[in-house]
T-cell receptor, first 114, second 111 residues
Framework: DADVTQTPRNRITKTGKRIMLECSQT?????MYWYRQDPGLGLQLIYYSFDVKDINKGEISDGYSVSRQAQAKFSLSLESAIPNQTALYFCATSDGPLSTDTQYFGPGTRLTVL | KQEVTQIPAALSVPEGENLVLNCSFT??????LQWFRQDPGKGLTSLLL?????REQTSGRLNASLDKSSGRSTLYIAASQPGDSATYLCAVRRNDYKLSFGAGTTVTVRA
């Protein structure tokens, strides 16, 4: 089984709908991240969490919210989806000291907002 | 703000040729630099991590170099194979756990 799973893998929705993307991990890592990827651009950090009680905004948090339900679960919500939120969304986890910290990624969720 | 650039955006080579992928970054105060591979439908996989005190790292056919002072890293893949076809991304870490990513180089190895 994959260490980092994301559901759903694909989602098509309409403008104004509320959407939740879920991420679960079995790696036992404290740190979790949500990124979005747009064609021709690098991954951009939306939110990150260093433990269950720690939530931080990333570079592009406007229009998004998150919930860290447990060490293993980190959900991303779009309260009112808009077309420019169409993108590939990745969840990642990490652990270890700063100098050697490696992030482990889920398979991604492809979201289309019509 | 850290800017990470990867050139070229796409590369097509015949099987057996060596691959050279470039990454440049604007702020040399980094903790480490990582190279990732991205396959469609499978997310990103870490290939190599070079700490700021290191000049290079090797894993099998892969070798990555780091020149912090000039803000550059190069990923070499020797004797390319069709299975090496993927998008390769570099990412740099400054003084926290956040990564700054380049847009990637999409590699096609022709059989």
């Amino acid at each position: 089984d994959a260490d980092v799973t994301q559901t759903p893998r694909n989602r098509i929705t309409k403008t104004g709908k509320r959407i939740m993307l879920e991420c679960s991990q079995t790696k036992g890592h404290d740190r979790m991240y949500w990124y979005r990827q747009d064609p021709g651009l690098g991954l951009q950090l939306i939110y990150y969490s260093f433990d269950v009680k720690d939530i931080n905004k990333g570079e592009i948090s406007d229009g998004y919210s998150v919930s860290r339900q447990a060490q293993a679960k980190f959900s991303l919500s779009l309260e009112s989806a808009i077309p420019n939120q169409t993108a590939l969304y990745f969840c990642a986890t990490s652990d270890g000291p700063l100098s050697t910290d490696t992030q482990y990624f889920g398979p991604g969720t492809r979201l289309t907002v019509l | 703000k850290q800017e990470v650039t990867q050139i070229p955006a796409a590369l097509s080579v015949p099987e057996g040729e060596n691959l050279v992928l470039n990454c440049s970054f604007t702020d040399s105060a980094i903790y480490n630099l990582q190279w990732f591979r991205q396959d469609p439908g499978k997310g990103l996989t870490s290939l190599l991590l070079i700490q700021s005190s290191q000049r290079e790292q090797t894993s099998g056919r892969l070798n990555a170099s780091l020149d912090k002072s000039s803000g550059r890293s190069t990923l070499y893949i020797a004797a390319s194979q069709p299975g090496d076809s993927a998008t390769y991304l570099c990412a740099v870490r400054r003084n926290d756990y956040k990564l700054s990513f380049g847009a990637g180089t999409t590699v096609t190895v022709r059989a």
